[in-house]
Nanobody
């Protein structure tokens, strides 16, 4: 197992959740670009947030100011702290690791986030 995502669940609008993605094997969050994607029912998978190997962060406009991506190099884990959740945040969230120098890409198994109104 390279990426193990967890932390999803059911939350009311306005609530918070923290997703975790534990990397293992040959994936190290210190040298991979790590990201969170999500896929809502009937929609394409979209990028939510990334943190590069150099520490730069990117967020899709719809989550800016509400979500925070971070990584713990010692724990080899990436987090997505989600606050002020909205029903439109409901989706399966996937962890992703990519390394451009080798072309390696890994996906976690997904964790479901459901936000009730």
């Amino acid at each position: 197992v390279q990426l193990q995502a967890s932390g999803g669940g059911l939350v009311q609008a306005g609530g918070s959740l923290r997703l975790s993605c534990v990397a293992s094997g040959s994936v190290f969050v210190s040298i991979y670009d790590m990201g969170w994607y999500r896929q809502a029912p009937g929609k394409q998978r979209e990028l939510v947030a990334t943190v590069t190997s150099g520490g730069a962060r990117y967020y899709v406009d719809s989550v800016k100011g509400r979500f925070t991506i971070s990584r713990d190099i010692l724990k080899n884990t990436v987090y997505l702290q989600m606050s002020s959740l909205k029903p439109e945040d409901t989706a399966v969230y996937y962890c992703n690791a990519a390394r451009s120098s080798t072309g390696a890409i890994y996906w976690g198994q997904g964790t479901l986030v459901t936000v009730s109104s």
